[in-house]
């Protein structure tokens, strides 16, 4: 049978649009080899050097670039080619257009959230299930299909104030079809230890299985694991829980209806949930479409509306989807029916996505295509996986997805990008600042295949191990996941520009440098947490690279020669062992964020718990620094006047400051009108910082502002600072208390004292501290009285007081913080715990907080009371 004419017009012009493509690729790469052989820019402090060097460089790029003319000649007769047909495809696109007019729908909403109807009782169940006086371990277990809300579910339940105080400690494992055992129990230990805010179990040589039973022995935990697809993946991981007999609870949510019935205790604890029916699914969808008429649906709109619920068949993730989209256009039935001929006009017949695939679709297609290609980039990243924000950006501008403007950086046109992407509910924030700016972001498990789906139509990203590339594919992004060790030996990887390997526990060298070899074009090497021991001598070389992160790998030394890579803007090697930089290091005159400090946290954060590095002279040459953290700088007097040419920062954190260094510092300062974080450190835990008066140009955009340090007095220019919203004291030992100048900040959201005040009291003044959300008040020796006076801190939610022995009375005033979610004690005196526990003599001026938490440090193991009250709230 012939096909459709209509389906052959359309094959046609699927070939032709991969062939215009190709061709813009191929353009890209004439452009960017042109970079390549033409003269960089460096620094040469002499004349005759810099002569040399082009000499030098003509000898060697001439033949390439003479070669360049011959590829610029096949383009062109590629794009005669195109042009060949244009008349036909021309008359096809009218035609199809004809039929197919209509705008397409704003973006679509895609949380699943607490708006989720018909399963009022279904969770009414669940969370008796979970409180109940049972003292065994029992298993719960939420399976539905795709799309159904497993997930929000659970989430709905388990992450209440009144469930989570009745635990010890929680996590929750996004377990999902590329299950790692290691990885799964190193991440399950992690969040439960965090959970309690303590530190990950120290090295003693016994596996992580080991250390998971033994922590959870005797402990009252609550674990999810989000989509498990096998029972062989249950197998494996039911038996690190122990079961202690102290009403711990596993929950389990899964596709698999016979996942489900192995993984459940009993069958009563099995919560299916089936697709909406007819009435609750119109009911979630007119909520979500007509939210200015309380849910009611216009009459001239109901035939449509109902076709298009009908087409969700039922799943809540495609009903909400749809129905905010709808939300954003017109409300007329003509452009309510071309909404409808539109789903599912991208999508193929038969995908198990294809429900999910054509609610996401409109929204994809009414993004810009910067918008579309930073959307595509969470492609890169695994399942489940959450990518910090300054990172995402940082890798948006390297690709030249965001561009400065008149009036923004790159990186403010990228955060206004990823804003956008979060607003339409494409983007989900996975955890957020204490701002309320989002910390971590990832996209949905559902999104993400339907965004793999349009990666390979578009050639966008290649994923190994899952991906199938043919031998002539052009590959652009190359993303490692997981167990892929290997890449193909048949594939060509000089037109890659982005390589990321992602959770990889292993690598094999000669196949990775195999691959590095044949790199020329490319523009981001992100080998975050990647098995690297040593910066690969091949990098150097990569000319065009923009973007270069070893963060969180072994490296401990960077070469020389990085003063070759002159186009690059992001050098990240935080949590590495680099302590010091070559001088080349100030030849980058495009660096713009230089990222290379490791934290030590053992027990408490010491004075000594971070480490700068050591910058060499010339700092001062690399004028586009955006954030420079942590700099060391010892003895260093004149790198700290090198500081004033440095005039965009944003960021600046210093480490090693001594007596002599404070005049020097703040007339650099006094330079920086952008900057938005400060972080000083003295030398020594009883060096004095010198910050002196700025009486000229106080740093008023100041956010964030951390002293780590003697100081003889409060610097009275921080009251200035009316933009600060965090403040961290810390070794102060000033001899006044601070709090009456700290509440001229009337924009603070965080406070954190340590050791900042040798007195006996401190004073929280009426009405002061407005809007401050969190608090920590940690190691004063003398202290014995905290005071908080009625209206002060109204809106705080977090209270952490730590290792102050002398503080034996809960601070007066305590049950006026009407909004306090949790309250967790460190290392406190026993008579302060006692009269905090249940029927203590202080309850009742707790007994508003829903979690509170105590821990006591006894030879370097953390014990855990939980003083919360055991109701569900």
């Known amino acids: 049978m012939e096909d459709h004419p209509d389906l052959k017009t359309s094959r046609r012009l699927e070939d032709q649009v991969y062939k215009v493509r190709d061709i813009a690729y191929d353009i890209e790469d004439v452009l960017e080899e042109f970079m390549l052989h033409s003269p960089p820019y460096l620094f040469h402090n002499h004349g005759i050097s810099r002569t040399v060097h082009n000499i030098l460089h003509q000898a060697y790029h001439g033949f390439p670039l003479n070669a360049i003319s011959e590829k610029i000649s096949r383009i062109k007769r590629s794009i005669d080619d195109v042009r060949s047909q244009q008349r036909f495809f021309a008359s096809a696109g009218s035609s199809s257009n004809s039929r197919n007019r209509g705008p397409h ?480 290091i100030s030849h980058l005159h495009n660096l713009r964020h230089l990222f290379a400090y490791k934290y030590n946290v053992d027990d408490y954060v010491a004075f000594d718990s971070v480490q700068g590095v050591k910058m060499p002279h010339g700092i001062g040459n690399l004028t586009n620094l955006q954030n420079l953290s942590l700099m060391k700088v010892g003895k260093k007097v004149r790198i700290l006047e090198e500081l004033k040419s440095l005039t965009k920062l944003r960021k600046l954190g210093l480490t090693g400051l001594r007596r002599g260094h404070g005049k020097e510092l703040f007339t650099s300062i006094e330079h920086m009108p952008e900057l938005r974080t400060l972080d000083l450190c003295s030398n020594t835990k009883e060096e004095f910082l010198e910050l002196g008066e700025m009486r000229r140009r106080p740093p008023l955009s100041l956010e964030r502002l951390y002293l780590k340090g003697r100081l003889k007095q409060f610097p009275s220019w921080i009251s200035s600072l009316h933009n600060l919203l965090r403040i961290g004291l810390k070794w102060s030992k000033m001899q006044r208390s601070p709090l009456r100048d700290l509440q001229e900040l009337k924009n603070l959201v965080e406070l954190q004292l340590v050791d900042c005040y040798i007195g006996g009291e401190l004073i929280f003044e009426a009405s002061s501290f407005k809007k401050l959300k969190v608090l920590l008040i940690e190691d004063f020796a003398e202290l014995h009285t905290i005071v908080v006076q009625n209206g002060a801190m109204p809106d705080v939610k977090q209270i952490s007081l730590r290792r102050c022995p002398r503080v034996t009375i809960v601070p007066l005033g305590m049950e006026n913080l009407a909004k306090v979610e949790e309250l967790t004690l460190y290392d406190m005196a026993q008579g302060f715990t006692a009269r905090v526990r249940k029927n203590g003599i202080d309850r009742a001026m707790v007994t508003h907080i829903p979690v509170i938490h105590s821990f006591t440090l006894r030879n370097r193991s953390w014990s855990f009371e939980n003083l919360s009250d055991s109701f569900l709230r």
């Open 105 to 584: 729908p704003p973006a679509s909403p895609l949380l699943l959230d607490d708006e989720m109807v018909g399963y009022d009782n279904e969770k009414m169940i669940f969370a008796r299930q979970l409180v109940d006086g049972e003292k065994r371990l029992l298993t719960l277990a939420v399976v539905g299909p795709g799309g159904s809300g497993k997930t929000a579910f659970v989430k709905n339940v388990f992450w209440k104030r009144g469930i989570m105080g009745r635990f010890d400690c929680h996590a929750w494992v996004q377990v999902s079809q590329n299950f790692q055992k290691e990885e799964a129990f190193v991440n399950m230990l992690r969040q439960l230890c965090g959970s309690r805010k303590e530190p990950y179990p120290i090295d003693d040589g016994t596996n992580t299985e080991a250390k998971l039973r033994k922590y959870l022995t005797g402990k009252r935990f609550i674990v999810v694991l989000d989509d498990i697809w096998r029972k062989e993946v249950w197998d494996v991981i039911k038996y690190v829980l122990p079961d202690s007999f102290c009403g711990s609870r596993i929950i389990v949510t899964t596709r698999s209806s016979d996942v489900a019935s192995v993984c459940a205790s009993s069958s009563p604890l099995v919560h299916e949930l089936k697709e909406l029916e007819w009435l609750q699914g119109w009911t979630l969808f007119c909520r979500k479409a007509f939210p200015e008429r309380n849910g009611e649906c216009p009459s001239e709109l109901k035939d449509c509306s109902k076709r298009i619920v009908t087409r969700c068949e039922g799943l809540p993730l495609a009903i909400v989807t749809v129905g905010g989209a709808l939300s954003q256009i017109p409300r007329l039935p003509n452009e309510w029916k071309s909404f409808h001929d539109s789903i599912g006009c991208e999508t193929r017949d038969g995908s198990s996505l294809s429900v999910i695939s054509n609610a996401l679709l409109p929204g994809y297609m009414d993004l810009s295509s910067n918008l579309k290609c930073c959307f595509l980039y969470f492609s890169v990243f695994p399942e489940d996986y959450s990518v910090e924000r300054g990172r995402l950006i940082r890798l948006w501008v390297a690709e030249q997805f965001a561009v400065r403007t008149d009036s923004k950086t790159a990186e403010e046109v990228a955060e206004g990008y990823l804003k956008e992407l979060i607003q339409r509910n494409l983007v989900h924030v996975s955890n957020r600042d204490f701002d309320g700016k989002p910390r971590n972001c990832r996209v949905l498990n559902p999104v993400l295949n339907f965004i793999i789906h349009k990666c390979k139509d578009e050639n966008f990203a290649s994923i190994f191990p899952r991906e199938s590339t043919s031998r002539n594919q052009k590959i652009r992004r190359l993303s490692v996941h997981d167990s892929c060790t290997h890449l193909p030996r048949d594939i060509g990887f000089s037109g890659v520009r982005s390589m990321f390997l992602l959770r990889l526990l292993e690598i094999s060298t000669p196949n990775f440098e195999k691959v590095l070899r044949e790199l020329k074009l490319v523009r981001v090497l992100d080998f975050q947490g990647a098995p690297i021991q040593e910066v690969p001598k091949d990098i150097t070389r990569l000319t065009l690279l923009k973007h270069l992160s070893f963060r969180g790998t072994k490296i401990n030394t960077i070469p020389s020669s990085i003063e070759k890579l002159s186009y690059l803007e992001t050098l990240d090697l935080k949590q590495t062992d680099v302590t010091e930089l070559p001088k080349e």
